[in-house]
């Protein structure tokens, strides 16, 4: 499929995706989102893939949700045509997936880096929910995202006042995993995805999924939850080779069966 507003390239077991609307800081509109449910779907399809990155420039990963496309809305456009339905489909993801943020993230550009399974920062990131500004609001779970990573006092103060959080701050409160030099945050996030390309992918999707778990359920059911898709791995043959690998001081040899 070719696209017009992201790049998708294939690095070996890789998929990186490329927010490409340059001329608008690559600001997310109707076109964008079709595009990245379509890229993140076939990513997902394809076995020949284990993980994925989403990125953009050096200047953006994404200033927002494209203020110029919704400005002259109406609230019977927004609602009835229920505006950004499906972006859904990019969490649904089963795969793993990076999400490698330089320069602005804000608005539904943060909300976006939010929806990946972690983020890598460059030290020139800043994240933000300036919608305030615009007199609206979060709108792709910024509001629920942002206040699980960071907790309710820096949460509520970012969408309050719309202020941007800089890379060093956004690791210290959790909101992203690693901060690398500017210049190595492409080398970086391919090395992270390589390596979780690298593991058993049954393996690789049921930590994904039982780790999201916790946001959606009680302790105790998140922990039982947890043991049965331990358990399930037993009925895997990556688990024996796995197991077998170590044993035999070795490295595992995936099928992915
Ligand atoms: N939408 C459309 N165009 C944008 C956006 C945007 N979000 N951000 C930047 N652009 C455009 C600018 O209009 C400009 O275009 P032009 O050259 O044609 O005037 C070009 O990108 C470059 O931008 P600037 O000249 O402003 O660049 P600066 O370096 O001076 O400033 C900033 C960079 C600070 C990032 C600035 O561009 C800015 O403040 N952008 C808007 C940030 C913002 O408010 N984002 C939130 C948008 S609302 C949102 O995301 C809601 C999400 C929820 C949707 C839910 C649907 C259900």
């Known amino acids: 499929m070719s696209y017009e507003t992201i790049l998708v390239e294939t690095i070996g077991a ?4 490329t927010l490409n609307r340059p001329q608008a800081l690559n600001a997310l509109n109707s076109a964008v989102l079709r595009e990245l449910i ?15 990155i989403l990125t953009g420039s050096e200047k953006a ?3 927002g949700a494209d203020i110029k496309e919704m400005q002259g809305q109406s609230f019977a456009d927004m609602y009835g045509g229920n505006f ?6 990019v969490t649904a993801t089963r795969k793993p997936w990076i999400a490698a943020v330089s320069g602005f993230a804000l608005g539904g550009g943060c909300e976006l880096a939010m929806m990946a399974d972690f983020i890598i920062a460059g ?12 007199a609206v609001t979060p709108g792709m779970g ?44 492409q080398a970086e996030a391919l090395k992270s995805a390589e390596a979780v ?12 999924e039982m780790v999201n778990a916790a946001f959606e359920t009680t302790l105790a059911q998140g922990i039982n939850f947890e043991r049965r898709l331990f358990h399930g791995l037993f009925g895997s043959a990556d688990q024996k080779e796995g197991m077998a690998a170590f044993v035999e001081k070795r490295p595992g040899v995936w099928s992915g069966q």
């Open 61 to 63: 990963f994404a200033a």
């Open 123 to 134: 030290d020139n990131a800043k994240f933000g929910q300036p919608e305030i500004k615009l």
């Open 197 to 208: 390309a690298a593991m058993a992918p049954l393996a690789a999707m049921a930590a994904k």
């Open 38 to 52: 379509a890229a993140f779907r076939a990513f997902d399809a394809d076995a020949t893939q284990r993980c994925a």
């Open 14 to 17: 890789v998929t990186r995706i």
């Open 84 to 89: 950004f339905y499906g972006y859904e489909a």
């Open 142 to 185: 910024g509001s629920q995202r942002l206040t699980r990573a960071i907790g309710k006092a820096k949460a509520m103060e970012m969408c309050l006042t719309g202020r941007m959080m800089g890379a060093v701050e956004a690791e210290a409160a959790g909101l992203v995993a690693r901060v690398v030099p500017a210049a190595e945050l």
